[in-house]
């Protein structure tokens, strides 16, 4: 079991850990600190060079006070009535009030007309700081250090976690009055820029400790990238390409000279699909050579000239990263249903900011500020009001699948029959059922209930006995379980929403239905639940539903 890595586990106590080191974390540490507590900051990798912020640069929605009315409207109207106008209100004010202490923290941002610009982030600068502005408050930073499980008190409430610790081959354990849940979404170890870190980890924690999750049906974002280098995801160079199949023939691509997001996934259901940036004007391509030149390094490395050049083109599963999935937090705080446990950024649902459409980029960077911060403070205050003995609780670890073996008839001995499990395999059985666009772009009852049989057995794999030999063993192996539960939500969640709303696409419903005005809640391990928890606030302007083209393979 985990614990036979006990004997030089190094043990902690801390008013709040936050789990993460993205931005929202970084933010959530921060927050925390302020509040005169305890902190410490847990990643799985080094805070400031992992994850999928610190691997380019990022657009952030911060509109000047002018704009707000605009840009709230649009982000309202992109939601289809599923998004909540107070939240998209609250994250852009609080957005715009935080990036000055960024620039105070030594960030430099493009001046114009002497003045800062402060519409995006070049990310690994961006994190230097975050990091430097952490150690500089007295947070305390786990780099390396994936936090595997969560510890619950007697009365439910989250009392720390336990992890692994690569670099010293060792266990750890943080005591903790409150968490703070920042590690990111899912992508399925798609290999999209940065998002490898991203698998799941604190949607299965939060679900083991009574968490819940919400719209998880919006999980299957897809983003453009080279097929020759089908890692970097940035889409913007391409919103200037012309578009042709194997032959040469145009696929146009375009509608009202904007393009269309459903193009690509029907094309390449159909073929091959080639790219040529021959529509960017010199304007233009020095804007996006300097704003996203990461998207352009695998142009360089391969010798070819995008604008001259057809390149073939593929799309890149990142699930929950950039598509809305997450827990379900239940107040401004952004607390969830376990007391003590809060989330932020990419891990929470952002179903309040986005409805079941992409937040990605600009939405969800300022996502991840205002909601770091709310809860960073939420989780502060929770801790401050457990008093002096909270460390002394009773705890025990919420964690099961993928930790610790089968049991014999209940009791607490392994079974020496079990077998162990292939974390690998499990990987790759998952990735059959995630990646196909026939399978999870466009969806249907019987393709997702064909789907959730296949991860059904899955699910079963992983209840044997995971590999131990190492640290690591244990890592993969809990990231093989992440990876199967969030599919199995995913996927349940899709199966019960019968209609098609923003990236949500169901081929045997391809309408949107004005009646299901709902979230969806989801949860369970064994046994899979879904919830519709209904919107009471009045639409604010009148419906906005555009129906989309019936899809079709």
Known sequence: MLTNYSED????????????????AAWAAWAAATQGVKVIIADKGFLGTSGAAAASGNGIMAPSPENWEKVVSERYR?????????????VIEKTWLSLPLVEDWGYRFPKENGESVRQSYYGPEYMRVMRKNLLRVGVEILDQSPVLELLLAEDGSVAGARGVQRQNHRTYTVRA????MANGGCAFLSKALGCNTNTGDGMLMAVEAGGELSSMEASNHYAISTGFNATVTRGVPFG???YSDEAGNDLGGYINGRRDPAFLPNALLKGSVYARLDRATPEVKAVIEKSHFIAFLPYKKAGIDPYTERVPVT????????????????????GTTVPGLYAAGDAASREFLAGLASGGGGPNAAWAISTGQWAGVGAAEFAKSLGVHAHQRVVRPAGQVGLRSPMVGGTSSPSSNSET???EAIVRGVQAEMFPLEKNYLRS????????????????QVQMTPKQDSVRDIEVSRRAVALTAVARWAYFSALHRTESRSEHIRVDYPE???????YQATGGLDKLWVRRDWITEPITTSPVVNNPTPASV
Do not use: H
Request: hydrophobic share 45%; charged share 20%; glycine share 12%.
């Open 177 to 180: 009055g409150a968490v703070v």
């Open 421 to 423: 499990f292939d974390s």
């Open 240 to 242: 200037w390409a012309s």
């Open 445 to 460: 009852e019987k393709g997702l209930l064909d789907s959730l049989a296949k991860l059904e057995m899955l699910w079963q």
């Open 9 to 24: 586990e190094l043990q902690l106590t801390a008013d709040v850990l936050v789990i993460g080191g993205g931005p929202a």
């Open 78 to 90: 992109i939601g289809k009535n599923l998004a909540n106008l107070r939240w998209i209100e609250r």
């Open 512 to 518: 949107t239905d004005v009646n299901q005005r709902y």
């Open 315 to 334: 799309l890149v599963l990142e699930g929950t990263v950039r598509g809305t999935g997450g827990i379900r937090i239940i107040n401004d705080s952004c």
